[in-house]
């Protein structure tokens, strides 16, 4: 924050010394765009907005039956011995669609069921 606050004071005294704002904010190391984010209509400093967004749920995000069901299929003893890269094409070659293989081992992951050393 007071890193910011100095860039922006620099670049206000070298616009109100004549210099355009876009090259000083790229002397700052910003792009004008950043700049603008940064500051109100009144050159007031904004702080920063990302820890308040509004971040939805994405809409295909997994229900917990769909990971319920990646967990009993991982777990059950015809597919225990196996890794996810192996799971997902041999479901697949049954005609069985879950998730995806990326997301088999996320959710391996989350759960604290993958192994990562061989």
């Known amino acids: ?6 860039l922006l004071a620099l670049i206000d005294n070298a616009f109100t010394a004549g210099a355009r704002k876009k090259l000083a904010c790229t002397e700052a190391g910003i792009s004008l765009r950043t700049y603008q984010r940064w500051t109100t209509k009144d050159a007031l400093m904004v702080g920063d907005k990302r820890p308040v967004a509004d971040r939805p749920e994405p809409k295909n995000k997994l229900t917990q039956a769909e990971r319920e069901s990646i967990l009993e299929i991982c777990n059950s003893a015809e597919y225990a011995s196996l890794p996810p890269s192996q799971i997902v094409p041999s479901l697949l070659d ?6 995806s293989l990326s997301t088999f081992y ?9 192994s990562t050393h061989a």
């Open 94 to 99: 049954d005609g069985v669609y879950i998730a």
């Open 1 to 6: 924050m007071l890193e910011r606050r100095k």
């Open 106 to 114: 996320r959710t391996l992951k989350q759960v604290g069921q993958l």
